[in-house]
Nanobody, 126 residues
Framework: QVQLVESGGGLVQAGASLRLSCAAS????????VGWFRQSPGKEREFVAA???????YYSDSVKGRFTISRDNAKKTLDLQMDSLKPEDTAVYYC????????????????????WGQGTQVTVSS
């Protein structure tokens, strides 16, 4: 079992930065795929970024070059550094972890992840 808790969200102006953190407890993260998703009202949960197992990093086109995902397996933390924020980044952001060693093609789908945080609100004003 893995428990995840996000923090770091807030209200910022366009162009500002935020750093989201996800603290994990329970089982180790080192062999899991971990990621960030976001969801805004009326929309489906959207892939943002993921760290596939202990290797490659993947980003959605909408955030690539602006966001950076990082993990610290020893501390059991997962961070998302968000720079140059835009109003369209406004959403509830969730961290997630898999349970069953998902395949690479599944990392973009929320249904592939078994463990989720409660979400943290990010609001970017223009």
């Amino acid at each position: 079992q893995v428990q995840l808790v996000e923090s770091g969200g807030g209200l910022v102006q366009a162009g500002a930065s935020l750093r989201l953190s996800c603290a994990a407890s329970g089982s180790a993260l080192s062999r899991r795929t971990v990621g960030w998703f976001r969801q805004s009202p009326g929309k489906e949960r959207e892939f943002v970024a993921a760290s596939f197992r202990a290797g490659r990093i993947y980003y959605s086109d909408s955030v690539k070059g602006r966001f950076t995902i990082s993990r610290d397996n020893a501390k059991k933390t997962l961070d998302l550094q968000m720079d140059s924020l835009k109003p369209e980044d406004t959403a509830v952001y969730y961290c997630a972890a898999d349970a069953n060693n998902i395949i690479l093609s599944s990392i973009y789908s929320p249904s592939a992840y078994s463990y989720w945080g409660q979400g943290t609100q990010v609001t970017v004003s223009s």
